[in-house]
């Protein structure tokens, strides 16, 4: 069979690799009843690869293309558009040739077509490749459709598709393109449709964009459509546009613009009843594909022809609930300060760990509110927990709850556990703490020696059994006990300075320097290993230079390098179980990678001057000391002053000794985690060596439970895997919400505040201050780059950021909230910082000046 060339009716939507993603969805749509597809061909993958073998010299630009970055854009620029006039000047085959034309002559010789790319890596679940390949539109006569046919062969390579690629990851040797050719479909009105609503994800909501003519105008951006809402079988919304042009066939061939009467321009393009007749179409094909869909459509004499569809890449996924029952989910990740996709053996950790019952979307978890919402015992107490902390979450919930029909009020059945309990009354006794810190660095000792003698199926028992000890530390009720009231304290301290004394955001200066801070410590630990590698210039030279992380062993060989070897390890022995994202235990740690944190040690070799680690701690000690003398001061210069002064000199100490310890569970969890992901990698080591696993990290993939079964069975779903690899690299792409109902809707929240200035970017105040600076728009800690008075914006701060904040003077974050990691940290450093900045990463470019207002809450882009 020859398969250079297939008839649309021939192909189905397994076929991506022979017709490309366009080509196999077409073919597809072809095949649902009641869909009409314009008639037509595929000139496939296999055609194209004959062609790519006769440019013998397109291999070797190939390879130098795929090393390039994709910000190389010069290069990438020069690179494709040699390999563009390469393909472009090859002769299609004789026998090729005679092949698509006699597929033509079945259309009519001189039939109008439209001649579209479809590439092997687009219009895939986790790829749209949307608008990055060339379509032509009326193209007349074979010679016309062979030229073009060469044309979108050569599309594969435009900087825009070579850029994309680089981007997703894609190999360019491995991205075939196909070409579709089909009857030309002359449209009174065309458009797109959205299976689900492209703004809010709403998976029950349609999608409507017409406009009169072909649907080139549309697409392209020139021509403001029409907007219909469909939810229901009902037109619940009509946005007419002013239609000033249309495209339209040309006589000659291709297309012309040409201008609508004027008083055709506010008139609708579709009517009611054919808007509920093509969404009604879109959930036909959405129920055949199986997700929502991204739809171009046609309409010729009151019939709709559908032109392609593709899955809508960006809509985040929604979490299973077994039900169908309307569902409200709160992210996990923005309360953690990492909402990044997390791996199945991360997420099935954190599930095992966690208290609530979590669910999983999009490789983030989420915890299911709808309970709480809906009874009124519960529902103030919720919102008002949440609101503390991440205002725009409680926004979010409020507005889904002002709907007044998604969640049903629950009959008050009376009192109902609290979310948070009021801590018990505690004696303000440093030694708390230090008991409770020694007794978890006892069990994290006692952990490693037990954990070395296991394995196998043994292995996963022990650790099943451990998590439960870890529960222990992590819900235990004195430790929840001192970091919930040096909260409470706080929260007192803030509220009653504000109304006894006008004082904004008291407590941010008197909680600098507290004691028994384990993540302020570590960011000033790292500063005294910059003074020991400071002493010596040779190793600072040295590691400027080093990429693998062996680095170490290699540091004997310099003068002063094994002081600066023991200095590095000694960190590693207290932090190195930490890293970007540590609440996913597959993330690699610092002990792992300790390049990762070369970086910071370099940029405070530069930036400080010895003991600078012990001056900033003292410096802070000595402003939250004379603080409190301030306040307390001032408060007994008013009426009642003595009982107000002492009542708050009660809640300084309380603070001052308890809101280190805030820090230290989180630490004694990820301390744990680092010792199971060791011992679950040696065994990884084994199955690779008894040909289970084909590589140890092949484990992130799997759950716990899985992993245990691969240990007990010796037998793995290599195909699993993979599919889960590929999962994970989609979700890497898109950006979790805060707040997700189960209509697949993401509802943003919104601060609604009026005193802000003029422009200013609105987040939450967790550090008071004000500084001006510029801006260093950091994604990545491995690649920051930090200048004395710089300000750092980024998207989110987990504790193995604070090495940086030493550096820094005030802090931006897209999310965060009061009591979150990056907030106290900077409130420990002093740094005013706003977090919870909505798109603050691209809002503020690299190398902007700002100033950040920490004590209001803003932030303002200067000129």
Known sequence: MDTDVLDLREIDQTQVALVGGKGAHLGELSRIEGIRVPAGFCVTTEAFRRVMAQATSIGDRLERLSQLRPDAHQAIRALSAEIRRSLEAVVIPDDLAVTITSSLARLGERAACAVRSSATAEDLPGASFAGQHDTYLNVVGPAAVLQHVSRCWASLFTERAVTYRLRNGFDHRQVGMAVVVQQMVFAQVAGVLFTADP?????????????????????SGRVNADVYTVRDDEVVGTTVGSKRLAVHASPAGGTREEPIEPERQEQPALTDTQVVRLAQLGRQIEAHFGCPQDIEWCLVDDDFQIVQSRPITTLFPIPAAGDRDNHVYVSVGHQQMMTDAMKPLGLSFWKLTAGPPMHEAGGRLFVDVTQRLASPTTRAGLLELIGRSEPLVRDALQTVL????????????????????????????????????????????????????????????????????????????????????????????NEQLHAWLGEKNAADTLTRSVPHNVTSEMGLALLDVADVIRAHPEVAAFLERVEDDEFLDELDKLEGGAEARDAIRAFLDTYGMRCVGEIDITRPRWSERPTTLLPVILGNVRNFEPGAGARRFEQGRREAWEKEQDLLERLRALPDGDRKAEETKRMIDLVRTFIGYREYPKYGMVSRYFVYKQALLDEAERLVHADVLREKEDIFFLTFQELHDVARTNQVDDDLIGRRRAAFRSYQALTPPRVLTSDGETVAGAYRRDDVPTGALVGLAVSAGTVEGRARVVLDMARADLDP???????????????????????????????????????????????????????????????????????????
């Not at 550096?807 to 002093?830: C, D, K, P, S, W």
């Open 199 to 219: 703004v809010t994800s709403n998976r029950k909501v349609a999608t409507i964009e017409a406009s009169f003519g072909l649907g080139e105008a549309l697409v």
């Open 402 to 493: 002002d709907r007044g029909d998604f969640i049903p009020s629950l009959p008050d059945d009376g009192p109902a556990p609290p979310l948070a309990s009021e801590p018990d009354p505690i004696e303000t006794d440093p030694a708390i703490v230090t008991e409770l810190i020694e007794r978890n660095q006892a069990s994290v000792a006692a952990l490693r020696r037990d954990i070395s003698t296991k394995s196998g199926p043994g292995l996963f028992d022990f650790v099943l059994a451990d998590i439960q000890e870890l529960k222990r530390l992590l819900f235990d009720p004195r430790s929840h006990q001192v970091f919930m009231s040096a909260m409470e304290a706080t929260w007192w301290l």
């Open 789 to 863: 008075g710089d300000i750092l914006v980024t998207a989110h701060t987990d504790p193995s950021w604070s090495p940086l904040f030493v550096a820094v003077t005030g802090l931006v974050t897209e999310v965060g909230g009061l009591m979150t990691h990056g907030a106290v940290i900077a409130r420990e450093y002093g740094l005013p910082a706003v977090v919870g900045v909505e798109h603050a990463t691209r809002l503020i470019r690299d190398g902007q000046r700002i100033r950040v207002n920490g004590t209001d809450g803003y932030v303002e882009i200067l000129p």
